[in-house]
């Protein structure tokens, strides 16, 4: 039964960042990870993969996606940023379904609410809501690959929180990170180089600008890879990358910090946009990530 007022999200962005044919639709995501050499994880507790239009990342997302073994999931929680909407905390959503071509994705109203009680979110208005496209372009992947198994999703936009409220929703979130069968998908591109960007960062002791930038990534990919909140966001402080999701990043890895599970993260594809040459050049960096639990620390 839905709740009073309750309603779907539309699919916004199919059409224009990906397509709105399922036939299309299904067809490019089947190719993708057919393509994409990652194989599945027993042991998966979240992913990091890119939001951009599916003809420049969809690829990229696919390495990520593709370690997901689908009978060991019952929950995803699907962290995005805000591009529009300004805000310095996380919201949630009154939604009870996101629409996608392929079919509508059930949203875990029982956690939602959970998590409202604590008094710490917002709730998004549709509006805003289906401006953003951080969720969105994730959406067709995880249908995809949950397609015929029972899930729900719980949708967090994440806005730019400064430590204490990192700490405070990485509490919040941990005791749901602990749970069996809980996936955590993190939405971020990488670097967003170029003056469009008001980014020019260049080290050229690298060699070309798109050598630089792969540097200055696989720097942010380390810095992940400590699982050291503190290590990421110093990284962000020295070098500025213009990780759009880095506060989502932030979260999982606060997330991951306190609570009681042993992980590790390991980075399968990078890619970009285009190699920049000249300053006049922009590209968008793009990764997918696999965060696993240590099976040798289970009990």
Same mark, same amino acid.
């Given at each position: 039964?839905?709740?009073?007022?309750?309603? +779907?999200?539309?699919?916004?962005?199919?059409?224009?960042?990906?397509?709105?044919?399922?036939?299309?639709?299904?067809?490019?995501?089947?190719?993708?990870?057919?393509?994409?050499?990652?194989?599945?994880? %027993?042991?998966?507790?979240?992913?990091?993969? %890119?939001?951009?239009?599916?003809?420049?990342?969809? %690829?990229?997302?696919?390495?990520?996606?593709?370690?997901? /073994?689908?009978?060991?999931?019952?929950? #995803? $929680?699907?962290?995005?940023?805000?591009?529009?909407?300004?805000?310095?905390?996380?919201?949630?959503?009154?939604?009870?379904?996101?629409?996608?071509?392929?079919?509508?994705?059930?949203?875990?109203?029982? +956690?939602?609410?959970?998590?409202?009680?604590?008094?710490?979110?917002?709730?998004? /208005?549709?509006?805003?809501?289906?401006?953003?496209?951080?969720?969105?372009?994730?959406?067709?992947? #995880?249908?995809?690959?949950?397609?015929?198994?029972?899930?729900?999703?719980?949708?967090?936009? +994440?806005?730019?929180?400064?430590?204490?409220?990192?700490?405070?929703?990485?509490?919040?979130?941990?005791?749901? $990170?602990?749970?069996?069968?809980?996936?955590?998908?993190?939405?971020? /591109?990488?670097?967003?180089?170029?003056?469009? $960007?008001?980014?020019?960062?260049?080290?050229?002791?690298?060699?070309?600008?798109?050598?630089?930038?792969?540097?200055?990534?696989?720097?942010?990919?380390?810095?992940?890879?400590?699982?050291?909140?503190?290590?990421?966001?110093?990284?962000?402080?020295?070098?500025?990358?213009?990780?759009?999701?880095?506060?989502?990043?932030?979260?999982?890895?606060?997330?991951?910090?306190?609570?009681?599970?042993?992980?590790?993260?390991?980075?399968?594809?990078?890619?970009?946009?285009?190699?920049?040459?000249?300053?006049?050049?922009?590209? +968008?960096?793009?990764?997918?990530?696999?965060?696993?639990?240590?099976?040798?620390?289970?009990?």
């Amino acid at each position: 039964m839905k709740r009073k007022g309750a309603s +779907v999200r539309r699919a916004a962005k199919a059409g224009s960042w990906y397509s709105e044919e399922e036939a299309l639709l299904r067809s490019e995501l089947d190719s993708w990870l057919a393509a994409a050499n990652t194989s599945s994880s %027993p042991n998966l507790k979240a992913l990091i993969a %890119p939001h951009a239009g599916y003809s420049y990342s969809g %690829p990229t997302a696919a390495y990520a996606y593709k370690g997901i /073994d689908p009978s060991k999931v019952k929950r #995803i $929680f699907l962290l995005g940023p805000s591009h529009y909407l300004s805000s310095d905390t996380c919201l949630l959503s009154r939604m009870d379904e996101y629409e996608t071509p392929l079919g509508n994705i059930k949203l875990d109203r029982l +956690v939602i609410d959970e998590l409202a009680k604590a008094k710490e979110f917002d709730v998004l /208005d549709q509006e805003d809501e289906e401006q953003e496209h951080s969720l969105e372009l994730h959406l067709p992947y #995880i249908y995809r690959m949950m397609e015929g198994q029972d899930f729900l999703l719980v949708p967090i936009m +994440v806005g730019h929180m400064d430590n204490k409220a990192l700490s405070t929703f990485g509490k919040i979130l941990s005791k749901y $990170f602990e749970q069996p069968e809980t996936l955590f998908i993190i939405s971020t /591109d990488f670097c967003h180089w170029g003056s469009r $960007f008001s980014y020019t960062f260049y080290d050229s002791s690298c060699g070309e600008i798109w050598q630089s930038i792969e540097e200055l990534d696989s720097k942010g990919m380390k810095a992940i890879e400590t699982l050291s909140t503190e290590n990421f966001l110093s990284y962000l402080k020295q070098y500025k990358n213009t990780i759009c999701g880095r506060h989502c990043v932030a979260l999982l890895l606060e997330t991951i910090a306190q609570s009681s599970v042993k992980a590790g993260v390991r980075f399968v594809h990078y890619a970009q946009s285009s190699r920049c040459k000249k300053k006049n050049d922009s590209s +968008v960096s793009y990764v997918s990530g696999l965060i696993e639990e240590k099976q040798s620390e289970k009990s």
